[in-house]
């Protein structure tokens, strides 16, 4: 069954197979996660995200179309439900637990964790607009609806953080 396309083991799962469900589960669990940590970096808030967003994608399952990929669904969902979380709660992650995910490969470890530690140091709507449209792929019209704002505000947004950005990452490179 692990072998199976996603397409089969979406149609079986919704036949009611808890073996379907199962592999999805075992082969999107890491996506939905590290969605939901590069939105909150919060360890607490993206596995209560990741969760939720599992357990939403499976119950729209039936509403589901086997022709979008399965990944990508859970990957906004699992955002989505991050950022709901991060709105009620009010919670800024500390930096070391941001730069300490391991979402880059461990390759690119040292130039990865650099830039992981200056967006960690971004203020929250910043840093959320540099995570959806760089790290998930969100379009700028995409976050505008997720974020409830306009295209325009997510556009100086981006470009308020990608300068500072720089700012922080030039700096680290002079020291």
């Known amino acids: ?11 079986r799962a919704r036949q009611g197979s808890a073996e379907a469900a199962g592999v999805l589960f075992d082969r999107y669990w890491e996506v939905a996660w590290r969605a939901a940590f590069a939105v909150t970096a919060d360890r607490a808030l993206a596995d209560d995200a990741a969760q939720d967003a599992v357990q939403r994608a499976f119950g729209a399952l039936d509403r589901f179309e086997e022709t979008r990929p399965f990944g990508p669904w859970l990957k906004r969902i699992a955002a989505n439900r991050a950022i709901d979380l991060l709105r009620r709660e009010r919670r800024l992650a500390p930096l070391d637990e941001y730069a ?18 200056a967006v960690g140091a971004l203020d929250p709507q910043k840093r959320i607009v540099v995570v959806l449209r760089y790290w998930l792929d969100f379009s700028v019209e995409d976050i505008a609806g997720v974020l409830g704002v306009p295209v325009g505000t997510v556009g100086s947004r981006l470009s308020r953080a990608l300068a500072e950005l720089r700012r922080l990452l030039e700096e680290v490179r002079v020291a």
């Open 100 to 117: 300490d995910a391991c979402w880059w490969d461990a390759a690119d470890v040292g130039e990865s964790r650099v830039v992981a530690e």
């Open 1 to 11: 069954m692990h072998r199976l396309p996603d397409p089969e083991l979406i149609a």
